[in-house]
Every structure is written in structure tokens, then in C-alpha cells.
């Protein structure tokens, strides 16, 4: 028997879940979690919406069948691995005919419970961005370029408090050296799958811990809803001594290739202007890293500080510290957010 879940309803399950859309499709985008099991290949699907358009429907359909049919007990063998016990959702992009003729195939061939999602992939992407439209009680770790943020985040963590590491989930450390670790990062779509995915399974009802970021984190960018609320929270802003921030910098990225450092400084060249930028590609082949990051974070401290403008006034509290130690900037964040800010009404 075939059956139809809403997305909200297979969220809350651990049933297996199948996607039947092409393998170009999927890469742009797909529920975390899902198998992708394509009926037709990128080139497959492209030939049948051709044919669909300048021939007839049903010569489509007749292409598409053909196209199936030699791929019919593999499926079968993909689908037992995907879902062993016979239990399985599956979807396509609206919830239209590629997904009911795998869940009817599936269901004549020893699968007993099939579901499908109403609306596909279409509806589950609707609930992600409509998610963000929440209102959250969002706490922000602020600082200049190399204060440590995402340390200071992940202690924040260890105490118990929830926290979403956003540059983790992008792959990218948000700056001109962010890609230098050469980390493959998701599309803009499957970010926003991958957030929400581990966002939905907090409890709203309390504080949301986030390190401050721009917009756009390397090449994906954070949901525009989600930024509107970072950018009217409050902010914990720890203020340390660029000398001290240069010296992390250094710790952080002392060992990278320095022919990738090479690439990083270039792509803030214009900012830097010509002389510094000569300068600092100098020191680099001098392995004067420490001078090199004061440099940089010359240009960093005005991009971020333009960026500070933008939060809501009277919401940034500064706290002046002298290291860029995360575990007592941490504790400092905590204790202030202790004695002023828990006992605040949260938005939901």
C-alpha cells in the first residue's frame, strides 16, 4: 500500500528515504540523508523534456519507459540496501509521476510500506526557508578577524549552551584565507538543507548561540531571514588588541602552503593597495607571518567594523580582553549572559 506524508510528518521519522531525481539535481540539492536512486540520468532527462516539448507528451512518457525498463532490477537492488526492512519514503521533485511510478514498482516487488512525500523536494524546500522566518532567540560571538570566534564557540558549546557553527557547515573559515584548507563547499542550496537539518532538531524555546558572520560565507550565503535576526541580536563583542589577534592569525596559518597564502593576499589586493600588498607578499617569502597578518588585519578591522554598523543599536556589549584565550573569553561571555541576559523574555 502506498501512502503520503507530509514533510513536517517525515521529519519527526528515521525512515529510510529515497530521491529519484537526477544525479544533477540531487548534487544541487537534496535532503540530508536521502539515496539518491535517479530514474534517468542528467542526459536521460534532458532528452525526455526535449521530446516532451517539441513532440507530444506521451512520446515522452514512451521515451522515459525505455529508458527505465533495462534499469528495473537494479533498482530493486539499490532499494533493498537503501531500506532493508521494506519501509521506505520516497520523492522526487514535486511528488508527480517519477515518484509514484518507484513507490508502485517498489510496492509490487516486496515493499509493503511505501510513503510518498507530498509536494517532493519542492515542499521540503519551502519548509526550510519558511523555517528561518521563526523568530529565534539568537546570541552572537562578535570580535575582529582572529579573535578566536570559533573556539570561543565551541566552548560555548562544551558548557551545554546550543550552538551552530555556521563556517563548519560552509566549509570555509568566512574570509580571503578561508579557502585555503581547499575544503569542497556545498551549493548555496544544500548549505541551507544542511543548517536547517541540524537547526530543526534544537529546542527554539531557548538561546541560539552563533559566531558573527557576513551574509555570505565563502561561496554559499546564510538564508536572508536568518541574517535579518543575527543582525538584530545581541552581540558579544570581544575587543582584543590586534597584536594579540595577529599572533592567532599566526598559529592558524603559519603552516599553510605558502603559495596559498600568495592566492589569499591577492584577493584583497585592491583593499590592501598596491604598496601593502607588495610589502606583505615580501614578508611572506621572508616567512614574516606575523607582519603579514598585521597587514591584513589592517584591511579585515575596517571590512568588520562597516560590518558591526549594520547590528542593531544599543545590542552590541563590548568586552575588552588582552588574549584571544577562548576558554576565559568564553567564561567571561557566559557570565555576563548569567547575570543580564537568561532571565530575558525569549521571542517564542
Same mark, same amino acid.
Given at each position: 500500500?502506498?501512502?503520503e506524508?507530509e514533510?513536517?510528518?517525515?521529519?519527526?521519522?528515521n !525512515?529510510? *528515504?529515497?530521491?529519484?531525481?537526477?544525479?544533477?539535481?540531487? %548534487?544541487? +540539492?537534496?535532503i540530508?540523508?536521502?539515496?539518491?536512486?535517479?530514474?534517468?540520468?542528467?542526459?536521460?532527462r534532458?532528452?525526455i523534456g526535449?521530446?516532451?516539448?517539441?513532440q507530444?507528451k506521451?512520446?515522452?512518457?514512451?521515451l522515459g519507459?525505455?529508458?527505465?525498463n533495462?534499469k528495473?532490477?537494479?533498482?530493486i537492488v539499490?532499494?533493498?540496501?537503501a531500506?532493508?526492512?521494506?519501509?521506505?519514503?520516497v520523492?522526487?521533485?514535486?511528488?508527480?509521476?517519477r515518484?509514484?511510478?518507484?513507490?508502485?514498482?517498489l510496492?509490487?516487488n516486496?515493499?509493503e510500506d511505501?510513503?510518498l512525500?507530498?509536494g517532493?523536494y519542492?515542499?521540503?524546500?519551502?519548509?526550510v526557508l519558511?523555517?528561518?522566518?521563526?523568530?529565534?532567540?539568537?546570541?552572537?560571538?562578535?570580535?575582529?578577524?582572529?579573535s578566536?570566534k570559533?573556539?570561543?564557540i565551541?566552548e560555548i558549546?562544551?558548557?551545554?549552551?546550543?550552538? !551552530?557553527? *555556521?563556517?563548519d557547515?560552509a566549509?570555509?573559515?568566512g574570509? %580571503?584565507? +578561508?579557502e585555503i584548507?581547499n575544503?569542497?563547499?556545498p551549493?548555496v542550496?544544500?548549505f541551507?538543507n544542511?543548517?536547517?537539518?541540524?537547526?530543526?532538531?534544537?529546542?527554539?524555546t531557548?538561546?541560539?548561540?552563533?559566531?558573527?558572520?557576513?551574509?555570505?560565507i565563502g561561496g554559499?550565503?546564510i538564508?536572508?531571514n536568518?541574517?535579518?535576526?543575527?543582525?538584530?541580536s545581541?552581540?558579544?563583542?570581544?575587543?582584543?588588541p590586534?597584536e594579540?589577534?595577529?599572533?592567532?592569525?599566526?598559529?592558524e596559518?603559519?603552516?599553510?602552503?605558502t603559495?596559498?597564502l600568495?592566492?589569499?593576499?591577492?584577493?584583497?589586493?585592491?583593499r590592501?593597495?598596491?604598496l601593502?600588498?607588495t610589502?606583505?607578499?615580501?614578508?611572506?617569502?621572508?616567512?614574516?607571518f606575523y607582519?603579514v597578518?598585521?597587514?591584513?588585519?589592517?584591511?579585515?578591522?575596517?571590512?568588520y567594523?562597516?560590518?558591526m554598523?549594520?547590528?542593531?543599536s544599543?545590542?552590541?556589549i563590548?568586552?575588552?580582553?588582552?588574549?584571544t584565550d577562548p576558554?576565559?573569553?568564553?567564561?567571561?561571555i557566559?557570565?555576563?549572559?548569567?547575570?543580564?541576559?537568561r532571565?530575558?523574555?525569549n521571542?517564542?
Amino acid at each position: 500500500m502506498i501512502q503520503e506524508i507530509e514533510i513536517s510528518g517525515f521529519l519527526t521519522t528515521n !525512515i529510510p *528515504l529515497i530521491d529519484v531525481r537526477s544525479p544533477g539535481e540531487h %548534487a544541487k +540539492g537534496h535532503i540530508p540523508g536521502a539515496v539518491n536512486i535517479p530514474l534517468f540520468s542528467d542526459t536521460e532527462r534532458a532528452h525526455i523534456g526535449t521530446v516532451y516539448v517539441q513532440q507530444s507528451k506521451e512520446k515522452a512518457t514512451a521515451l522515459g519507459y525505455q529508458y527505465v525498463n533495462p534499469k528495473l532490477s537494479d533498482f530493486i537492488v539499490q532499494a533493498k540496501k537503501a531500506a532493508p526492512n521494506g519501509k521506505v519514503v520516497v520523492h522526487c521533485w514535486r511528488g508527480g509521476m517519477r515518484s509514484r511510478l518507484f513507490a508502485a514498482f517498489l510496492n509490487e516487488n516486496g515493499f509493503e510500506d511505501v510513503s510518498l512525500i507530498i509536494g517532493g523536494y519542492k515542499a521540503y524546500r519551502n519548509h526550510v526557508l519558511a523555517n528561518f522566518d521563526i523568530p529565534f532567540n539568537l546570541k552572537i560571538v562578535g570580535g575582529y578577524t582572529g579573535s578566536a570566534k570559533t573556539y570561543v564557540i565551541k566552548e560555548i558549546k562544551s558548557a551545554g549552551f546550543q550552538v !551552530i557553527d *555556521l563556517e563548519d557547515l560552509a566549509n570555509h573559515k568566512g574570509s %580571503a584565507f +578561508g579557502e585555503i584548507e581547499n575544503l569542497a563547499q556545498p551549493t548555496v542550496e544544500q548549505f541551507e538543507n544542511n543548517l536547517f537539518d541540524v537547526w530543526r532538531k534544537l529546542d527554539y524555546t531557548q538561546p541560539i548561540w552563533l559566531e558573527d558572520e557576513s551574509h555570505n560565507i565563502g561561496g554559499v550565503n546564510i538564508p536572508m531571514n536568518l541574517f535579518n535576526q543575527m543582525r538584530d541580536s545581541t552581540v558579544f563583542f570581544l575587543d582584543i588588541p590586534r597584536e594579540e589577534r595577529a599572533k592567532h592569525l599566526v598559529t592558524e596559518y603559519a603552516d599553510t602552503d605558502t603559495d596559498l597564502l600568495v592566492k589569499s593576499i591577492g584577493r584583497i589586493s585592491k583593499r590592501l593597495g598596491g604598496l601593502n600588498t607588495t610589502h606583505a607578499l615580501a614578508f611572506l617569502q621572508e616567512k614574516k607571518f606575523y607582519e603579514v597578518a598585521l597587514m591584513a588585519l589592517s584591511y579585515y578591522d575596517k571590512t568588520y567594523l562597516k560590518g558591526m554598523q549594520m547590528h542593531a543599536s544599543g545590542k552590541v556589549i563590548v568586552f575588552p580582553k588582552q588574549t584571544t584565550d577562548p576558554i576565559s573569553n568564553a567564561q567571561t561571555i557566559m557570565e555576563y549572559y548569567e547575570q543580564h541576559e537568561r532571565n530575558k523574555t525569549n521571542p517564542i
